[in-house]
């Protein structure tokens, strides 16, 4: 019995011996993935909101009380449709006041020209009369006082009534004057008359500030007042979108500039609707970038026109295709095993060749965050190791179950689909 279970332990002995040898004989295992041709895509994700290309606030010029509200949210106006009506009693009885005052004006302009022309040509006439009268008085009083029939003291009487008559018929001669087209009571008439009317155009715009109309074909957003508020010059009142297709705005990190190109292809998801997919294409990149955020702003546009779903300030997911290779030799970002030098690109990896790791350098191409296109160094077929493997040289068992190319191909119809490049919402 001791001699068999000796026997038995020899052979177990043995057989571990011998496990134990294949195990150290044995080339270790390293995890590799086949080099195979396929498509490559490369996309910017982040998100963006629904803006119209222009919005605009309609305040108040004049401080007033709201008294009607005329439109509703939502509501579609045209140019010059009302939208708030304040109470304009007292604006109503400045500009009563205001056309009093020019008809007052006009009024007396009008008498000046007429009535007072009038009376200063009679009253002219009149005077011219009495110097000649006086002057005649004067001539004879000298005649006879030369006589002798009358005393020097009538002559100076006669001298004095005639430099009255004079003085008369120059005061006549400036009214006159003064009351013609050029004349001084005139142009202050027709100064006073402007004034008036100046005053009464304030009053009558003063009047029509009460009335706050669309100043364009818009779309009411928002409504930010109600009947009995008082409102001060500058306060938004409605929030009007124009007219004109939406857009969509995007804030893009810097670090992405150089990826992005006007024209590029845009897919947009609502988060309200995941299942309505959209395009959009590029249409504009700011020459600023934000330095508190390190952020350009990118603006889409929607050439095939907007979906009815679409709503002021949105929240959306937007796509950016930056790059595509519908055939390319790609492999993981991760087998690259050292950084990759930016001009040109190239970069290093191992393969699996005859059992055992051989050093490859390689061009690259096209990069997403988990793929790479290599151009030059590998064919269609090569093992390329992945992780942790033996130095170069050393013999390897390259393991390819399950090791797949992420980013190397991306179902156009999973909405869900991870997106390379990704800019955290």
Do not use: C, H, Y
């Amino acid at each position: 019995m001791t001699r068999k279970w000796l026997i038995a332990l020899s052979a177990l002995a043995l057989l571990a011996a011998a496990v134990l040898a294949v195990r150290l004989l044995r080339a270790p295992e390293a995890a590799a993935v086949t080099v195979r041709v396929a498509p490559l895509v490369r996309s910017l994700q982040f998100s963006a909101r629904v803006a119209t290309a222009s919005r605009v606030d309609v305040g108040a010029t004049v401080t007033g009380r709201v008294l009607q509200v005329l439109v509703a949210e939502g509501a579609q106006v045209k140019r010059g449709d009302p939208l708030v009506r304040l109470e304009s009693d007292e604006l109503q009885a400045a500009l009563a006041q205001a056309q009093a005052s020019e008809r007052q004006s006009s009024a007396r302009l009008v008498g000046l020209r007429n009535t007072g022309r009038s009376g200063a040509q009679a009253a002219l006439a009149q005077t011219d009369s009495v110097v000649v009268a006086a002057a005649a008085d004067l001539q004879r009083t000298r005649e006879l006082v030369a006589q002798g029939f009358l005393s020097p003291a009538r002559l100076d009487e006669s001298q004095r009534a005639l430099a009255v008559a004079q003085a008369q018929q120059a005061g006549a001669q400036a009214q006159r004057s003064a009351i013609s087209d050029q004349g001084s009571d005139i142009q202050q008439a027709q100064a006073q008359l402007a004034l008036a009317r100046a005053a009464s155009s304030a009053a009558r715009a003063r009047l029509e500030q009460a009335l706050l109309s669309a100043p364009a074909d818009a779309k009411v957003l928002d409504r930010l007042v109600e009947p009995g508020q008082i409102v001060q010059p500058g306060r938004a009142l409605v929030s009007l979108a124009l007219a004109g297709a939406p857009q969509l705005v995007a804030q893009a990190d810097e670090r992405f500039l150089e990826q992005l190109q006007v024209g590029q292809p845009v897919t947009v998801i609502a988060d309200a609707f995941p299942g309505q997919r959209f395009t959009a294409r590029v249409q504009s990149i700011a020459p600023l970038v934000d330095a508190q955020r390190g952020a350009v702003e990118v603006k889409f546009s929607l050439p095939q026109g907007a979906p009815t779903f679409l709503r002021e300030d949105m929240t959306l997911s937007v796509e950016v295709e930056t790059g595509r290779r519908d055939s390319a030799l790609v492999v993981p970002a991760s087998a690259l095993r050292d950084p990759a030098q930016a001009s040109p690109p190239a970069g290093m990896v191992w393969i699996a060749s005859g059992g055992r790791v051989e050093q490859r350098r390689v061009k690259l191409g096209l990069r997403t965050l988990d793929a790479v296109e290599v151009t030059e160094g590998l064919a269609a077929g090569d093992t390329v190791l992945i992780g942790p493997a033996p130095a170069p040289g050393a013999r390897v068992r390259a393991d390819t179950t399950g090791a797949t190319v992420k980013g190397a191909r991306r179902p156009a119809d999973d909405a869900g689909s991870a997106m390379t490049n990704a800019i955290g919402r």
